[in-house]
């Protein structure tokens, strides 16, 4: 069970430039998310989905695009890439928490941006 | 911007020690997970907590769910060198799917 799958890990780009990240998981989540984490900033959401067809933002959505065609994956778009979005990203998934709450998150093991 | 404040943000400890951090928010959570992340990789979840007062145990980790909702706190016993890494807290209020995490507390253990 390869759980959530994420490329490239690594990638380096110049300002301007643009690229996706892939996220890929094999657990049936309808909850889907990509985070961003930098020094003493803990991990910020960038955007969500509840499910195929539905996206949503989060804290820090700008300069990132997102769509979610199936319920296995959810790519995050930089279409314009900027030296502020040097960062480690994580996509995660969990099932729905709905009304009880519950619906615990799984994380990718992260893509390392780097951008010039 | 983040809801949830953590601290402390770093311990530097020795090895048997015990730790202690906590969390606290302005709002009302129904929610409180505790995750731990190693070097190069994403976080991993330690404890979930879904009940106002509830008090967990995970071998060496106890954590427990605020009887106000507002924070929750994880302990880790007799520490050891594989304790090290950063630890988040993270929370989710009651009709939306979002987790919201805290800025992490990073952990030192020294032998």
């Known amino acids: 069970n390869a759980g959530v799958t994420q490329t490239p890990k690594f990638q380096v780009l110049k300002t301007g430039q643009s690229m996706t990240l892939q996220c890929a998981q094999d657990m049936n989540h309808e909850y889907m998310s990509w985070y961003r984490q930098d020094p003493g900033m803990g991990l910020r959401l960038i955007h969500y989905s509840v499910g195929a067809g539905i996206t949503d933002q989060g804290e820090v959505p700008n300069g990132y695009n997102v769509s979610r065609s199936t319920t296995e994956d959810f790519p995050l778009r930089l279409l314009s890439a900027a030296p502020s979005q040097t960062s480690v990203y994580f996509c995660?998934?969990?099932?729905?928490?709905?009304?009880?709450?519950?619906?615990?998150?799984?994380f990718g093991e992260g893509s390392r941006l780097t951008v010039l | 911007g983040q809801q949830l404040n953590q601290s402390p943000q770093s311990m530097f400890i020795q090895e048997g020690e015990d730790v202690s951090m906590n969390c606290t928010s302005s709002?009302?959570?129904?929610?409180w997970l505790w995750y731990k992340q190693e070097p190069g990789e994403g976080p991993v979840l330690l404890i979930a907590?879904?009940?106002?007062?509830e008090l967990t145990s995970n071998g060496r980790l106890t954590a427990q769910f605020g009887i106000t909702r507002k924070d929750s706190f994880l302990n880790i016993s007799a520490s050891i060198p594989s304790d090290v890494g950063i630890y988040f807290c993270?929370?989710?209020?009651?009709?939306?799917?979002?987790?919201?995490f805290g800025k992490g507390m990073k952990l030192t253990v020294n032998p």
């Open positions: 993270a929370g989710r209020k009651g009709g939306s799917e979002k987790l919201v």
């Open positions: 995660a998934s969990s099932q729905l928490a709905g009304g009880r709450g519950t619906g615990e998150l799984f």
């Open positions: 907590l879904y009940k106002a007062g």
């Open positions: 709002s009302i959570f129904n929610t």
